[in-house]
């Protein structure tokens, strides 16, 4: 990771993060296919092959600078150059393919140098329009988050000017928290740019859940690394982003890494693993999977839904407030499968022999068809295919003050199913060690996540609720 996180992943920028890592190769396979017909030439099975080996290998060839960052402080000389010189790169390596497998010699040589010439100032102009589409949205105050810093020193005041002299950061700093009397602060405190002191380290937890902080910038020197991990441990009942400044410690990360942000080194201690097109491909194929799933069982959810209503009163459809992407609240849908519809301060879970459990609401339990709904959640954005599974809030205010790093999994959207389901973690917890257990594998998941891990997830789920274990 070459930047840190600090942008809101809203759907418009992960759609330029897709753009960007595609959309130049498309264009110069397009231009090349045009170039084609303008020379009369059919486009036969070599071409086509040449048009896919323009894709293929354009997508690493023809990539912007990594890090959004990284592409606005180059500026659009360096952009134009780079992607000059890649372009060239581009052009060798299919001349050496073609020379290799001796096609080279079914393509025209005019043709060919046609398109070597005349692709690279459309890929420019294409290229530049992407970087203001950037510069536009992360310089939109609505893409920004909210940061602090926890450390008043020379190295903080320096990030922290910097980013108030950078619009496109996407970052606005709320203030310095620093436990030093200000007459000890000393020449950290002078600057163009008023900043402003919050408190001390222990006013952190209570201005962070207050004002809706998103990210802090931790800038303590070695010596306090007892009191760097005690702040770490007290923000785990947060979902804020954590970076270090500027040295590595052996703490418990959440897809920690290393990383630099407008020239200052920055160590990822807890950030979501969902960034970039990470976070795209996530979101649509949660869209794709979706909707393929929907579809066709539309009308088998109309029906269960209207048996709902004819086997026992009340609404077929049973909603409850949970929380989503950074603790926020969301109304999750599921087949009413009781005869209460429990959502207040002190909700019971259901056991294995409960009572308010309707016939049909059992099956459907069993089944798990009671958690169809949450498609329609899923396609809204506020859950995905997989992730950690929501608990009512209820549970959430009764286990944050119980488990340490609980809300942590509350950095990605929640799932229909997920690591802990998979390991047995379904149904009913009665004791704190389940639910520990099952807050384990979620931070597990938050770690270790790749579409393949997915995948993994949702193979074992449809085996799992297949042999109807452990669901009532």
């Known amino acids: 990771m070459t930047n840190p996180v600090v942008v809101k992943q809203t759907l418009r920028m992960g759609l330029l993060s897709i753009a960007q890592t595609v959309g130049l190769p498309l264009l110069a396979s397009a231009l090349l296919a045009l170039e084609m017909l303008g020379f009369g030439i059919p486009i036969d099975r070599p071409f086509v092959l040449l048009l896919t080996f323009v894709v293929i290998l354009g997508v690493p060839f023809l990539q912007p600078e990594r890090g959004m960052m990284t592409q606005l402080i180059g500026g659009?000389?360096?952009?134009?150059?780079?992607?000059?010189?890649?372009?060239?790169?581009?052009?060798?390596?299919?001349?050496?393919?073609?020379?290799?497998?001796?096609?080279?010699?079914?393509?025209?040589?005019?043709?060919?140098?046609?398109?070597?010439?005349?692709?690279?100032?459309?890929?420019?102009?294409?290229?530049?329009?992407?970087?203001?589409?950037?510069?536009?949205?992360?310089?939109?105050?609505?893409?920004?988050?909210?940061?602090?810093?926890?450390?008043?020193?020379?190295?903080?005041?320096?990030?922290?000017?910097?980013?108030?002299?950078?619009?496109?950061?996407?970052?606005?700093?709320?203030?310095?928290?620093?436990?030093?009397?200000?007459?000890?602060?000393?020449?950290?405190?002078?600057?163009?740019?008023?900043?402003?002191?919050?408190?001390?380290?222990?006013?952190?937890?209570?201005?962070?859940?207050?004002?809706?902080?998103?990210?802090?910038?931790?800038?303590?020197?070695?010596?306090?690394?007892?009191?760097?991990?005690?702040?770490?441990?007290?923000?785990?009942?947060?979902?804020?982003?954590?970076?270090?400044?500027?040295?590595?410690?052996?703490?418990?990360?959440?897809?920690?890494?290393?990383?630099?942000?407008?020239?200052?080194?920055?160590?990822?201690?807890?950030?979501?693993?969902?960034?970039?097109?990470?976070?795209?491909?996530?979101r649509l194929t949660d869209l794709v999977l979706g909707i393929l799933i929907l579809l066709p069982i539309a009308p088998f959810m109309l029906l269960i839904g209207l048996l709902v209503r004819l086997t026992s009163p009340g609404p077929a459809i049973f909603k409850q407030r949970r929380y989503g992407l950074d603790g926020q609240e969301i109304m999750v849908y599921k087949f009413r499968t009781m005869t209460v519809t429990e959502d207040g301060g002190a909700i019971k879970q259901a056991t294995k022999d409960d009572s308010r459990i309707t016939p049909l609401g059992r099956m459907l339990r069993r089944t798990s068809l009671d958690e169809l709904p949450q498609l329609l959640n899923v396609l809204q954005g506020r859950m995905s295919l997989v992730g950690p599974r929501p608990h009512a809030v209820a549970h959430n205010e009764q286990y944050r003050k119980l488990i340490k790093g609980y809300?942590?999994?509350?950095?990605?959207?929640?799932?229909?199913?997920?690591?802990?389901?998979?390991?047995?973690?379904?149904?009913?917890?009665?004791?704190?060690?389940?639910?520990?257990?099952?807050?384990?594998?979620d931070l597990d998941y938050l770690r270790n996540w790749s579409p393949l891990l997915d995948l993994k997830i949702l193979v074992k789920t449809v085996l799992i609720v297949a042999r109807g274990d452990k669901a009532y």
């Open 76 to 282: 659009r000389r360096r952009l134009v150059a780079r992607l000059a010189l890649r372009w060239m790169l581009l052009l060798c390596v299919l001349l050496a393919i073609g020379y290799a497998t001796k096609s080279s010699d079914h393509f025209s040589r005019g043709l060919l140098l046609t398109w070597a010439v005349t692709t690279p100032p459309v890929l420019a102009g294409l290229a530049l329009l992407m970087h203001e589409a950037l510069n536009r949205m992360l310089s939109d105050p609505a893409s920004a988050r909210r940061a602090i810093f926890v450390g008043y020193n020379e190295i903080s005041v320096s990030l922290a000017q910097r980013v108030e002299r950078t619009s496109s950061a996407a970052l606005r700093v709320a203030g310095f928290f620093d436990d030093r009397a200000p007459h000890r602060l000393g020449g950290a405190a002078e600057g163009d740019i008023p900043l402003e002191i919050q408190g001390g380290l222990k006013d952190i937890i209570e201005y962070v859940q207050s004002n809706a902080i998103d990210v802090i910038f931790v800038a303590l020197p070695v010596s306090h690394i007892a009191r760097v991990q005690k702040l770490l441990d007290d923000l785990r009942d947060t979902t804020v982003s954590i970076y270090y400044v500027p040295m590595v410690f052996p703490f418990d990360t959440i897809q920690g890494g290393t990383s630099e942000f407008l020239g200052v080194p920055l160590i990822a201690l807890c950030e979501t693993p969902f960034h970039g097109t990470r976070g795209v491909s996530k």
């Open 407 to 441: 809300m942590i999994r509350h950095k990605v959207a929640p799932g229909m199913t997920g690591w802990a389901q998979v390991h047995g973690m379904r149904g009913e917890t009665q004791t704190l060690e389940q639910m520990e257990q099952r807050v384990k594998y």
